[in-house]
T-cell receptor, first 112, second 117 residues
Framework: GENVEQHPSTLSVQEGDSAVIKCTYS??????FPWYKQELGKRPQLIID?????GEKKDQRIAVTLNKTAKHFSLHITETQPEDSAVYFC???????????FGKGTRLHILP | DAGVIQSPRHEVTEMGQEVTLRCKPI?????LFWYRQTMMRGLELLIY????????DSGMPEDRFSAKMPNASFSTLKIQPSEPRDSAVYFC???????????????FGAGSRLTVL
């Protein structure tokens, strides 16, 4: 089965700076790479995703980059704001398999 | 659509009691997932269904846990008997399943916070 690891587990950045979270996976057949954000006391919600035929995708201040050779993908947040404080989860998935396994999460703190 | 609906939102019970958590997926979604979230273990997949059929229950911790999906609009997760270590937030999520556009996106319910004393 898929082995998913996220790094770092905790990240603190100054407001306005950039944050990068990395997700590594084990199954080379993975072809869908989403990131979910969970604010305190709320449910996880999809914020950005990428499929294996694309190397990078951007949506305003967030972007996801994919390195299929190295089997990792990263979440990039630029110009961080207080509302970016949350736990972020990756969940790489094999399209033929409905099973969805989440990484352990990265807690992002935006410092004033 | 009202999204994925879970009940109860909060449950406090005593050790040994039976707990039943309920979930109504988004209409038209044919995959349903139950997750458990704790600080120590993160988001753990317990079981998932495709078209009301349980596909993988390897994440169910032990025989005290059971899940059913009698029809496309309802699922239950039951714990009998409950123990203090079962205390967690239980999330239900649904998706349209593989092979379709947007098939891989999970929509979560608000969660059921369970406390077993």
């Amino acid at each position: 089965g898929e082995n998913v690891e996220q790094h770092p587990s905790t990240l603190s950045v100054q407001e306005g700076d950039s944050a990068v979270i990395k997700c590594t996976y084990s199954d080379s057949a993975s072809n869908y790479f989403p990131w979910y954000k969970q604010e305190l006391g709320k449910r996880p919600q999809l914020i950005i995703d990428i499929r294996s035929n694309v190397g990078e995708k951007k949506d305003q201040r967030i972007a996801v980059t994919l390195n299929k050779t190295a089997k990792h993908f990263s979440l990039h947040i630029t110009e961080t704001q207080p509302e970016d404080s949350a736990v972020y989860f990756c969940a790489p998935r094999i399209n033929r398999d409905d099973k969805i396994i989440f990484g352990k999460g990265t807690r992002l703190h935006i410092l004033p | 659509d009202a999204g994925v609906i879970q009940s109860p939102r909060h449950e406090v019970t005593e050790m040994g009691q039976e707990v039943t958590l309920r979930c109504k997926p988004i209409s038209g979604h044919n995959s349903l997932f139950w997750y458990r979230q704790t600080m120590m273990r993160g988001l753990e997949l317990l079981i998932y269904f495709n078209n009301n059929v349980p596909i993988d229950d390897s994440g169910m911790p032990e025989d005290r846990f059971s899940a059913k999906m009698p029809n496309a609009s309802f699922s239950t997760l039951k714990i009998q008997p409950s123990e203090p270590r079962d205390s967690a937030v239980y999330f239900c999520a649904s998706s349209t399943g593989t092979g379709r556009s947007g098939a891989n996106v999970l929509t979560f319910g608000a969660g059921s916070r369970l406390t077993v004393l």
